[in-house]
Nanobody, 113 residues
Framework: QVQLVESGGGLVQPGGSLRLSCAASGTIFLMGWYRQAPGKQRELVAEISSGGSTNYADSVKGRFTISRDNAKNTVYVQMNSLKPEDTAVYYC??????????WGQGTQVTVSS
């Protein structure tokens, strides 16, 4: 069983920045972030493989950057130029080499003036 510990959410003004972190307790193939806004489905934000391949939602390309530290089993997402529509609960996700997925508890990101 993989445990995921998220940190870094909070309240930020439009145009501001936040960095989310997620540490996994085991060896992980794919790590990433999803988000869910009120009344909407959970959607992919960004993901990164153990080899460094990345995938981003179109809505965050150019503003968010995902990275990982394999030695620490930790994934980060640097979120810049935040918009009110980025407001959501952000969930860390991880998939091991057997294809099993795990989810974090979620961290709230609120973009508001």
């Amino acid at each position: 069983q993989v445990q995921l510990v998220e940190s870094g959410g909070g309240l930020v003004q439009p145009g501001g920045s936040l960095r989310l972190s997620c540490a996994a307790s085991g060896t992980i193939f794919l790590m990433g972030w999803y988000r869910q806004a009120p009344g909407k489905q959970r959607e992919l934000v960004a993901e990164i493989s153990s080899g460094g391949s990345t995938n981003y939602a179109d809505s965050v390309k150019g503003r968010f950057t995902i990275s990982r530290d394999n030695a620490k089993n930790t994934v980060y997402v640097q979120m810049n130029s935040l918009k009110p529509e980025d407001t959501a609960v952000y969930y860390c996700t991880a998939r091991n080499f057997y294809g099993k997925s795990f989810w974090g508890q979620g961290t709230q990101v609120t973009v508001s003036s």
